[in-house]
């Protein structure tokens, strides 16, 4: 399962999502918006993405983790538009036989997700002021 979405991420129901009766572990990771980067305080990030070519990225990485690891489920989910602080921006979750290797394939999905997929933010301060935010 891979997907933008203007909507929150139920990450309850990802985490049920991607459970396998073959599989003894989840691993989910969520990435949230925070009040501060650095010492600039944010009030909330603006996400934008080019779909066509966000979702073919993303259906890659699912391909290249199910391809690497013995996975059961694989999701990943990014968020577009305004969040607020605390926001779930992004979720990855990852179901696998083993721990070890359920852990090293949600890294990997969301270490590559950062790097390789068209999605974009914007941090805007208390004052208004906003500035794009470099990627990996």
Known sequence: MVRLTPDPIDYHALT?????PH????????????DLTGDQVTT???????????????????AEVRRRWPVGGVALVHRVGRLGVGEVSVAVAVSS??????????????DTLKEVVPIWK???APDGASHWVEGA
């Open 97 to 110: 036989p083993h721990r070890a290797e359920a852990f090293e394939a949600c890294r990997f999905a969301i």
């Open 122 to 124: 914007r941090d805007t």
């Open 23 to 34: 599989c003894g572990a989840v691993a989910l990771f969520l990435g949230t918006v925070r």
């Open 16 to 20: 049920d999502a991607v459970r396998d």
């Open 44 to 62: 909330h990030l603006d996400y934008q993405a080019y779909p066509p070519m966000a979702e073919k990225k993303l259906a890659e990485i699912e």
